[in-house]
């Protein structure tokens, strides 16, 4: 399992992934995320996926957002 410590997943990974925003949006409010904070600062990879439980378009976000920072 890749260790996500330390990656902030930000609008720009999800972009990447071809998701629009209301998508991504409508995903934080179904997980209860903080969407305007997510926009000013991201959010932390581990916590993104443990709150939606690995959602696979969330890990492809998290996998691109892990790239960028290697």
């Known amino acids: 399992m890749t260790n996500y410590s330390g990656v902030i997943v930000t609008m ?5 992934c071809k998701f629009c925003a209301g998508g991504v949006r409508r995903g ?7 969407y305007p904070k997510f926009l000013d600062s991201g959010i932390d ?5 443990a709150a939606t439980n ?3 378009m969330v890990l492809q976000a998290v996998e691109v957002a892990h790239g960028r920072q290697q």
């Open 45 to 49: 990879a581990e916590e993104l996926l």
């Open 54 to 56: 690995h959602d696979s």
């Open 28 to 34: 934080f409010a179904r997980y209860n995320l903080d």
């Open 12 to 16: 720009a990974d999800f972009r990447q």
